[in-house]
Nanobody, 123 residues
Framework: HVQLVESGGGSVQAGGSLRLSCLAS????????MAWFRQAPGKEREAVAA????????YFGDSVRDRFTLARGDDKNVMFPQMNNLTPEDTAMYYC?????????????????WGQGTQVTVS
């Protein structure tokens, strides 16, 4: 089993930035991709970004590609999405996910482990 803990959410004004973090622990040898999804009230969950645990490949969702980056910590099980130029449309609960899949795969069912989520509110 893999545990995921997110942090770094909060409130920010439009145009601002936030940096989230996700720490994976437990049987991390069973995963090779970590990802971020988000879900706004009344909307379906949306893929934000995914990266291989080796850090060699990273993919972004269309709505964030030009504004978000994804950094890895020295520990391969830590990742830091940097969200820039935020808009109210970025307001959502952001979830860290992990699975044994390729990072180009954004389908939720491919990720067997999920964190509790961290709220991001842009006004």
């Amino acid at each position: 089993h893999v545990q995921l803990v997110e942090s770094g959410g909060g409130s920010v004004q439009a145009g601002g930035s936030l940096r989230l973090s996700c720490l994976a622990s437990g049987n991390t040898d069973s995963i090779n991709t970590m990802a971020w999804f988000r879900q706004a009230p009344g909307k379906e969950r949306e893929a934000v970004a995914a990266t291989s645990t080796g850090g060699t490949k990273t993919y972004f969702g269309d709505s964030v590609r030009d504004r978000f980056t994804l950094a890895r910590g020295d520990d391969k099980n830590v990742m830091f999405p940097q969200m820039n130029n935020l808009t109210p449309e970025d307001t959502a609960m952001y979830y860290c996910a992990a699975g044994s899949t390729a990072p180009c795969n954004f389908q939720e069912w491919r990720y067997g482990f999920w964190g509790q989520g961290t709220q991001v509110t842009v006004s």
